[in-house]
């Protein structure tokens, strides 16, 4: 089993900052995918960024693009989402999620979720 922990949500304005933390124990290896999913209210969870087990290879919805940046620091078991240029529509809890061997894209690959972060965007 492999626990996540994210944290690092908050209230901002628009156009300002927020930086998530995702913390893995348990049963984590650098063959692990990480990343991040959000759930607005009353629309379905979707696909924000992730990364390889290396940390190499990222991936990034093309709404969060030139804005969010993730990273990964593998002896600490740990990932970073720095946001920026926060936007209203970015209004989500975020869900850090790990996957063995693959990056999670989609709901279908994740294995692992953390409990979830408020991010709230104010216009």
């Known amino acids: 089993q492999v626990r996540l922990v994210d944290t690092g949500g908050g209230m901002v304005q628009a156009g300002g900052s927020l930086r998530l933390s995702c913390a893995a124990s348990?049963?984590?290896?650098?063959?692990?995918?990480m990343g991040w999913f959000r759930q607005a209210p009353g629309k379905e969870r979707e696909f924000v960024v992730g990364?390889?087990?290396?940390?190499?290879?990222?991936r990034y919805a093309d709404s969060v693009k030139g804005r969010f940046t993730i990273s990964r620091v593998i002896a600490r078991n740990a990932v970073f989402l720095q946001m920026d240029s926060l936007k209203a529509e970015d209004t989500a809890v975020y869900y850090c999620?790990?996957?063995?061997?693959?990056?999670?894209?989609?709901?279908?690959?994740?294995?692992?979720w953390g409990q979830g972060t408020q991010v709230t965007v104010s216009s």
């Open positions: 990364i390889s087990g290396s940390g190499s290879d990222t």
């Open positions: 999620v790990a996957s063995p061997q693959v990056i999670p894209t989609d709901v279908s690959y994740v294995t692992y």
């Open positions: 348990g049963r984590t290896s650098s063959n692990y995918g």
